[in-house]
């Protein structure tokens, strides 16, 4: 075949050209590929100068990649044209198809415009169809949707020639192929990027797992997680070796329970009350041992995925010692540190918790005024729309106390009896107050001896002694009295000599509408009447 005919030409472009998109598709990155379509025009569609201008995300076209004159590339590399002036040019030109060809008679206008161009020097053309070099030739690229993705600028034909129906239509497959290569590269890209991504994604959540099993699994204080849902809501599902330890159970035997099921029965409340997301709360919980351990728990809600399933976190803190140091203080704070009774404030506080501000009216009985005050508290709740309870004014649990009016023995209260030691003062100035207080020992012990458990003995300071008894009628108030001065007469050894010390008691009643210092003054008047009323070789002793 003739090197020279119209056919042979065609089948070497088709060879040119289909070397040069398998070229495009090789490619590695986006970089390597906008070269590619480049260096292809160059090599396989008869063109000196090619430059691929690549619509950036702002919309402008930057020349991304130059092939054919390193004086062009390094005028023109990097440079950006307004998406403006690029519509313009591709507006105006003559149109080849899908190209765009603007003569130099029209390209005047464009000189002063900002889109990067350069111009190879030549000789005017003489004849017609030559290529002028000013002429500008476009091939615009799209991708499949039809957005514009970049423009194949192309300059100084090898034959110097305008390019015919062939070489356009060479062109025009060329940019198609060269969009789709850009396209895929982005993709690739993209892909790359966010397989890249996703790995770092899935590194940094198997760190944060191992970070948390690591936290979880050898963390000083108890950890466990447990289901927040289904039937087995509240089951423990994994616990640590500090929990384990704590409550003495091994993992195994720990996730056949809940913390219900551990929780001391006092403290179930607590636990129910306690709020699932951020939750806090302290109570005991039950060891293999069968004892319980105060702790306090910390809770919060965590998920295994983004939809999946929900879990309760626990903070187990062990706070035993806390807790008996708190003990401690309180019981320091409300009890005698010298012989360990109730103090004055604590006896105080006791026999206010009985008491209310509204005296039973005489003649009146307890159910009487039970069934009076409920249907007064039960109309003003009706009438002025307000439930009961809100009122506050009556409480249905209230025990109310009266004193016994005769010495009925079906008549009961509260009795307060009032012991003042005779002749303490005396033991003290002679031997010293560390036998005195080696007395007041002895005697809240014998006194504490003589009572029942649900009874109160009370040291209120010096030598007197209180002691609150309820449900007693008058003459076993006066019984126990008695009993309380014989178990405090007999003689005392300390340091190797004996001491005496008698007592006298006064019996006072608390009754709803006094106060807890009226109650006490007058046991304490009854107390003096009654030591008054005795001689005082009969009260001294010691």
Known sequence: MDTDSEPYVHLATLRQLHQSVAQLNSARSLADTLQAVADGVVSGLGFELAAVNLVRQDGDLVVAAISGSQAAEAMMAGRVGSRASWERRLSMGEVWGELRFIPYTDGWVLDEDDVPQWHHTAPAPQFAGEWHPMDRLFAPMYSPDGELIGVISVDKPVDGRRPGPWGCDALQMYAFQSAVAINNSRLRSNMQRALVR????????????????QAFEYAPSGMAIAEMGGDERGRLIKTNDALCRLLGRPASMMRRYSFSDLVHPEDVGTLLRTSAEGGRAELRLNRRD???IWVSLRNSVVADTADGPRFLLTHVEDIEERKRHELQLAHRASHDSLTGLPNSAELRARLSARLCERPLPAGTSVQDFFDAQAETYAFAAEAF???????????????????PESDDPSEKGLAVLF???DGFKSINDRFGHHCGDAVLI???????????????VARLGGDEFVVLADGLGAPDAADLALRLRNAIIPPIRVEGRSVRVGASFGIGWAACGMSAEDVLQSADQRMYVEKRSRSKAHRRAG
Do not use: I, K, M, W
């Open 442 to 456: 002895e005697v809240a012990r014998r006194l504490a001896g003589q009572v029942r458990d649900n009874d109160t």
């Open 419 to 421: 012991c003042d030691l």
């Open 290 to 292: 069968g004892s319980y």
């Open 198 to 213: 996703l790995e770092r994604e899935q590194q940094a959540l198997r760190a944060s797992e191992e970070s948390f099993r």
């Open 385 to 403: 729309d307000q439930p009961q309870a809100a009122l506050g004014a009556f409480d249905n649990h209230h025990e109310h106390l009266t004193a």
